[in-house]
């Protein structure tokens, strides 16, 4: 029911006013730290279709279903001018075993360096940061974790192909990202016993794009392991959906690895980003 | 041994390239019907721009026989087809203009409408904006 109003609202609202500008299906979605970008990967491209002459609004939420645990986001963006780009994301872990709610907010701010990712010769480059905040530490310092926040920075490169797998569209995203972050920060930063140990780690996606409407692709981050846990690297393949420029959809199947000692972490995810 | 494996793996490629250079793959432009098929894409594209609110404003002095003449000639050249582009460079043609990035992809959109009315096929659209694509930094913001 809620995300049926919350649907009706982004339809009815993007009729009075709705950034336009870029092709549609490129700015991508919303990934669960909030930012702008596929499932996991933060992008280059800044969230929303917002041209450098509009500001964009967008609000999304997603939700995937693994195993032993499932997570709730919500957030939003604001893009200015495809320069430069704000979120906030509220995320709720719910660890099933022990019933119970590990909350995190995010903060994100992202810049574009250079280029556009459908028509620059080189591909799109953005730098941007996460800060991120345990409402309660508890699980995180009962599993060795050093800090309850932290701060990821990232740089992305993207670009669009036109045509270019038989004719079809391509995409592909790489980051890099400076983390301390356990599980992304639901189970807290560094390591108690060894300090914080800041990492560079590797992320990419890539899609095709079969019609204006249709992405199907696959992502994977990399990630660290700080708190000795043996936390795996995550990769999902996803098909999106953009029927036009107000909103998207999003399915993905997961893969996540073990996470604080659960086997084999997979299951289904589930993405709705409505662009203002 | 050796030579004789290299004199044959010589004569392989030689063979695979005139065999590519014999059998004439069809042009960009053939993919796009030809003369007929592009004259429609532009026809088609014109009527677009007629009926829009965004970017009419951009064409409303232009003689329309004259922009028909220039975009099929364009468009012909620019996909390997029998034709050279004689019109004014691209610079020229849109200083003073100022076209802002959305009113580009604006009429991308319309151009797909376009082909889209012609039944170009999604594969062959994309291609066709490819080789559109570097000159959007020659219109934009002039």
Request: hydrophobic share 40%; glycine share 8%; charged share 20%.
């Amino acid at each position: 029911m809620r995300l049926i109003l919350f649907l009706l609202t982004v339809l009815l609202t993007s009729q009075l006013y709705a950034a336009d500008g870029k092709l549609i299906a490129t700015p991508g979605i919303s990934q669960i730290e909030g930012t702008g970008g596929g499932g996991f990967v933060p992008w280059a491209q800044l969230a929303g279709y917002g041209s450098r002459d509009e500001i964009a609004a967008n609000v999304f939420c997603s939700g995937a279903n693994v195993d032993d645990y499932d997570l709730r986001v919500c957030g939003a963006q604001a893009t200015f001018y495809d320069r430069i780009e704000f979120s906030v994301a509220k995320q709720k872990f719910h660890v099933d075993t022990l019933d119970l709610d590990i909350k995190q907010r995010v903060l994100g701010v992202k810049a574009r360096l250079y280029g556009d990712i459908v028509y620059s010769r080189f591909p799109q480059i953005s730098l941007g940061i996460q800060h991120k905040k345990l409402d309660d530490p508890t699980v995180a310092f009962l599993l060795g974790a050093d800090d309850d926040s932290g701060t990821d920075i990232y740089l992305s490169a993207s670009k669009l192909h036109l045509g270019a797998i038989a004719g079809y569209n391509w995409l592909w995203n790489v980051t890099a990202r400076s983390t301390e972050a356990n599980q992304t920060g639901l189970l807290g930063f560094g390591n108690a016993a060894n300090g914080n140990q800041r990492e560079t780690v590797l992320e990419a996606s890539t899609a095709i794009l079969f019609g204006r409407h249709l992405a199907l692709g696959i992502e994977y981050r990399q990630k660290p392991d700080n708190l000795d846990l043996k936390e795996d690297d995550w990769s999902n393949i996803f098909v999106a959906w953009f029927p036009n420029k107000v909103i998207s959809v999003t399915a993905a199947w997961l893969d996540l690895g073990d996470i604080a000692g659960a086997k084999s972490q997979k299951g289904a995810y589930f993405s709705v980003t409505g662009y203002f | 041994m050796f030579t004789k494996f290299r004199y044959s793996f010589f004569m392989a490629c030689y063979l695979a390239l005139t065999a590519c250079a014999s059998t004439s793959e069809p042009t960009l432009y053939n993919k796009l019907g030809g003369e007929q098929g592009v004259n429609n894409i532009v026809e088609n594209l014109i009527r677009e721009i007629g009926q829009d609110e965004q970017i009419f404003h951009y064409f409303a002095e232009a003689r329309v026989s004259r922009f028909r003449e220039n975009l099929i000639e364009h468009f012909c050249a620019i996909s390997d087809g029998p034709c050279q582009y004689t019109g004014d460079n691209m610079v020229d043609i849109h200083t003073g203009m100022n076209i802002n990035e959305s009113d580009f992809n604006h009429l991308v959109d319309l151009l797909i409408n376009a082909m889209e009315a012609e039944g170009i096929p999604h594969r062959i659209q994309n291609q066709l904006l490819a080789r559109l694509a570097p000159l959007r930094e020659n219109i934009i913001y002039l």
